[in-house]
């Protein structure tokens, strides 16, 4: 079992910035890929980014490529979400979730999962 709690969303003026928090923990949760998803209303869940805890290799959403960046810290056990210049259309729920396969941008591969934090952008 893994446990996922996500911190710092909020509102935010259009290409300003936010950096996301998720901590994670429970046994062998470093043995698992990171990734990020948001759902904005009336919309499906929509992959973002996704990081590997051993390597630290990523892979991002071609929405976000050059304007979020996932990064972790092993000793804090969190993975990090930097998402700068963002947009109006950037405003969803953030939710993180942690998968065994690796690369995997496809939200039924991911097994546990925060319970989100609303990111708003403003225009």
């Known amino acids: 079992q893994v446990q996922l709690v996500e911190s710092g969303g909020g509102l935010v003026q259009d290409g300003g910035s936010l950096r996301l928090s998720c901590a994670a923990s429970g046994r062998t949760w470093n043995s698992y890929v990171m990734g990020w998803f948001r759902q904005a209303p009336g919309k499906e869940r929509e992959f973002v980014a996704t990081?590997?805890?051993?390597?630290?290799?990523?892979y991002y959403a071609d929405s976000v490529k050059g304007r979020f960046t996932i990064y972790r810290d092993n000793d804090k056990s969190t993975v990090y979400l930097q998402m700068n210049r963002l947009k109006p259309e950037d405003t969803a729920v953030y939710s993180c979730?942690?998968?065994?396969?690796?690369?995997?941008?496809?939200?039924?591969?991911?097994?546990?999962w925060g319970q989100g934090t609303q990111v708003t952008v403003s225009s």
């Open positions: 979730a942690a998968s065994p396969f690796l690369g995997s941008t496809r939200s039924t591969r991911y097994r546990y």
């Open positions: 990081i590997n805890w051993s390597d630290g290799s990523t």
